[in-house]
């Protein structure tokens, strides 16, 4: 009988020898897969927020221009201002009818077009083009002294 829980003891001694850094095994292929979840979510997460914020910098760049009567140097300007990867080459503001004044423009269109956005995944650089994005408003009071012309 004592022979019997000696070797019981032993070979539970043995057993936890042999189970020494399984969790930590098993935490490392985890980890791998939890972490690379977790970059996928933050990055999709930042392009989104890409997407949102260039919709919303073409609101206020037509916004600006049925408004304020605002140059195209001032609307790209602040549409820059908003969103910091765009550049002049990505915005087009399109008045209709063409070559108008303002007594005599309709609506004004300002689109991005060629915007590209780079990834931060480790190992993995990727350059994501985003679609085209416009807003079109009909004209309002152009020359107004309305305070977000200032």
């Known amino acids: 009988m004592m022979n019997a829980r000696w ?3 032993a070979a539970a001694r043995a057993n936890r020898r042999k189970q ?7 935490f490392a292929l985890v980890a791998g897969l939890l972490f690379t979840l977790l970059f996928g979510i933050m990055e999709m997460s930042r ?3 890409y997407w949102n914020t260039a919709t919303e910098a073409t609101r206020l760049g037509a916004r600006l221009a049925v408004v304020c009567d605002k140059d195209d140097t001032a609307i790209k300007t602040s549409m820059n201002e908003m969103l910091g990867i765009l550049t002049p080459s ?3 503001v399109a008045w209709t009818p063409g070559g108008c004044d303002i007594n005599s423009c309709q609506s004004v269109t300002v689109s991005i077009t060629g915007l590209n956005v780079a990834t931060f995944i480790p190992f993995v650089p990727l350059n994501l083009s985003m679609p085209s994005f416009s807003t079109t408003l009909p004209r309002e009071s152009m020359d107004s002294t309305n305070p977000d012309c200032s």
């Not at 020494?20 to 098993?26: C, D, H, N, S, W």
């Open 47 to 49: 392009v989104l927020f």
């Open 7 to 9: 070797s019981d003891a």
């Open 90 to 92: 990505n915005i087009d």
């Open 20 to 26: 020494r850094g399984v969790a930590a095994v098993e």
